[in-house]
């Protein structure tokens, strides 16, 4: 069990099948998995959400070959109601052919699509793109599958580690990044794609991208490459248990990847993939991953997999809760009203920077809309180490500002521009190091700040700035001086905000509810609302009228939305539960700064989602 917990990402069916023993004879005795009585039929689908579900070689050998238990497992399935059965087949075995095909036909009879999947990897993990013996093992699953099917999906092991003698000499005095991002493009042209529709003219390549961006191209995805390789685009959620498991991915991160590479991918946009893998007793962070990919408006939700959901294995005792939640996920994709609304953020394809640093703004309720070209247009924007993806960066983020727009920088990359204009916003004279303290002064409005104490200590990069400009909108106090959190400061026509991150990510969810408000603040115009409340409670925006929020902590919070006061008031109301909400003018701002803003108050419990519309 050790090994599993430490091990990054799941095994290749191969590698799972010799610690099957492992994993399921430590694994005690299950609870009895409950059911609803009012089974849906046969054939049954939602409405507004489209399911399927993956099958590896294992589950298909173990779950789906004798007519029998094949019978059961679809029984077992059906609260899902799924539309797709994706059917991995590792052997590559031509004789393999006439059993998938009879299991095919049986599900296609049962009206559900059917669709094929290779996992490119081997015994030894993943594979290497120079090693003939890895590639013809490739082209063997791929043809074996394309005889079967109209459509092949390629799960996230397209990558590759090898650092064999021909991958060094290949690579050269490039980078791994480019060597690798290029030779598996090229390899999978020939060995996956080519070889499949030679076999099958009619079959379509489906490429998943695995949720660990930051290491895509190193190891040889490359979304910018791909995307337009292949017939279509699955996009990773799998942030499992956010703060334990070994990625350590912020739930909200799952949305932004499916509007990021997802939303990019166009019309070839196919689907979100999530997995419960080794996440026994943690049902809530489980179906949170559903949530984002219905919030995301993903075109089909793959669950990963058969074999994980089903007993013996111990991660199956999610299965009763996700059953449960279903009708919900339905539900609120039926209800959701308009495009989805978000602060631009800049993120190149291929781009790297502060680890999912979108995932944590989105989990303080800043809705995330990411963009892959610069955002010129926008009243406000944000912009992180990713952005130097972008040859042109200093220059179009000058402009930006002397086009009297917002530029909301973290100080990492800040640091990274010390060379440009822009780079001379802030006079900064000292850094290096970290600072921690529990006290923040938080500028209110103008001459008025507020002293605010937080129940423990937080840690953050040092920035000490002069006395004039006063430019601290947040800082850290302690006896020796104020440190810059959250910056703000005119130039040119326009405005340059700057975010220090605190030393670990997560804690800009538990930062004191006045501090988050602040950096909220900044986004205000732009949106048109803002989140008052604590962490780790995210927002989406939908149309004009439409505010979906979904708590993330394991206890209740007390939020509101504030909006600009409209004549005459608008009625508000929740839809998901019809909670009650508070609703208020309130004055925001003293003396000449005072406006009036609506504010809609409630309380969400633990893992609540609510939907809260203007009438
Ligand atoms: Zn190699």
Redesign the pocket.
Known sequence: MITLSLTRFRLPAAMRQRLAIVLFSGSAALAPILLRADAPAQGARWAHITTALFCTSDDVDRLLTNPADRQAALAYFAPLRLAKIYLEDARGDPAAVAALREIATDLKARGLEVSGAVVPAGEHGPL?Y??PKDMAMLEGRVRVLAQVFDEIIVDDWLFTT?T?A??LAGRGSDSWANYRSRLVAEQSKQHLIAAAKQVNPRVQVIIKYPNWYEGHRQNGYDVARQTPQFDGVSVGIETRQPTTQDQHIPTYSGYVFQKWIGGNAGPKWRSAWLDNYDMQGADNDYVAQVWQAVLARAPEIIFWCAGVLHPPAPSASNYPHLVEMMPDFDRLAGMLDGPARGIPIHLPLGSTGEFNVFGYLGMIGLPMAPQTTFPADPKAAIFTQHSLRDPKLAAELLARVRAGREVFLTWTLLQKLRESELGRALNVIGEGGTVASSTFRVREHFWHSQSVDAPRSFGFPRIETSTWPYVREVALVREDGDFGVLLKTPYLEGQVDVLNLPDNSYDLLRLPESVLNAIRRCFFEELGVRLVGPGGVALYPFGGRQYVLYNMNNGPAKVALRLPAVTPARVWKERMHDKSLTVADVEEGKGPWARRETEVALTLLPFEIAVIEAR
Do not use: I, Y
Request: glycine share 0%; proline share 0%.
């Open positions: 290497c120079n090693d090898c064999c021909k991958c």
